[in-house]
């Protein structure tokens, strides 16, 4: 089996250098020296790996040790798998790799596993290769080898948990005011549901009289979902958003076109399957108070 630059990333696993899960002796169990073996194998890999030395990268498994890629290739043996480094380096010259590592555990005093996220660069500046990585690791004569290396396909990390909450407003919702204005809402997940985008129209015996889109999203910084709003007037603002299960509230701040500051709460409530309520409270222009609106209730749109 040839080994592919795409495909090496998940065995590189083994090279957990810089400040790598080897070094987190709060995540990792097992003897100091353990550690510190494992440690001083990775990085004589990255030197082997960064040389492109395919005999003394493949040294780093044992005899009978396997390597497979994410489309379930194996290599099988030594031999074997310095064959597949020696291919990789004649064909991708002056790779470079990082590695994430994210657990590591000894199942006995001989015996580790570790996970992680490997990156394999090429030299032409182009994205990293990226998978996942399990790897066996036995302890053989004082020295840690690794007796398997398995990668699966790396999915990039996406906010959907912290949004699951809102999944019930996905869809396309009308409903109208007090005053026989027409409210239209549809929510849809962005690509990878990372975000969740909101449009929002008013009409007015059919005259369209306002329009604005928000992006609801997590912020992992201030560990909370965030929204930010643009308005077809050239308003636009930022909210803050909480929950109490079906019902969440958003607090947002916005600029008015003429430059004012504006505030206001928005509640946002599940009714039922196809229903969902919308209000606004604690209205405010340049600091002047406005009335509540009144709860709208809108109904799903039927496909």
Wanted: charged content about 25%.
């Amino acid at each position: 089996m040839r080994l592919r630059a795409s495909s090496v990333v998940g065995v590189l696993a083994f090279a957990l250098v810089g400040p790598g899960l080897v070094a987190r002796a709060d995540q990792a169990q097992g003897k100091a020296e353990d550690r510190a073996g494992i440690q001083k194998a990775a990085e004589g890999f990255v030197e082997a790996f960064h040389k492109g030395d395919a005999k003394a990268a493949a040294s780093f498994w044992t005899p009978d040790g396997e390597l497979t890629d994410v489309a379930g290739r194996r290599l099988k043996g030594r031999e074997a798998i310095e064959q597949g480094f020696r291919q990789l380096f004649t064909e991708h010259k002056n790779l470079k790799m990082h590695i994430e590592g994210q657990s590591l555990r000894f199942v006995t005093p001989d015996v580790a596993i570790e996970e992680g996220l490997s990156e394999v660069f090429g030299a032409d500046g182009g994205p990293p290769s990226r998978a996942h990585y399990t790897n066996l690791l036995v302890k053989k004569d004082g020295k840690w080898l690794l007796s398997s290396s398995r990668e699966s396909p790396y999915t990039p990390p996406g906010n959907f948990e912290h949004l699951r909450g809102l999944q019930w407003a996905v869809g396309e919702w009308s409903g109208r005011t007090e005053a026989g204005d027409e409210e239209r809402i549809t929510f849809d997940w962005a690509a990878n549901q990372n975000f969740l985008v909101g449009s929002f129209a008013t009409t007015a015996k059919n005259v369209p009289v306002g329009a604005a889109t928000q992006w609801i999203g997590w912020d992992p910084l201030a560990k909370r979902v965030r929204s930010w709003i643009f308005d077809e007037s050239g308003a636009f603002g930022e909210g803050n958003w909480t929950a109490d299960s079906d019902r969440w509230t958003a607090k947002m701040s916005l600029v008015l076109p003429d430059g004012k500051k504006a505030t206001v709460t928005i509640h946002l409530s599940r009714v039922d399957a196809d229903t969902i309520s919308l209000r606004s409270t604690d209205r405010s222009v340049d600091g002047k108070p406005l009335p509540d609106t009144k709860e709208v209730k809108l109904s799903r749109v039927k496909s």
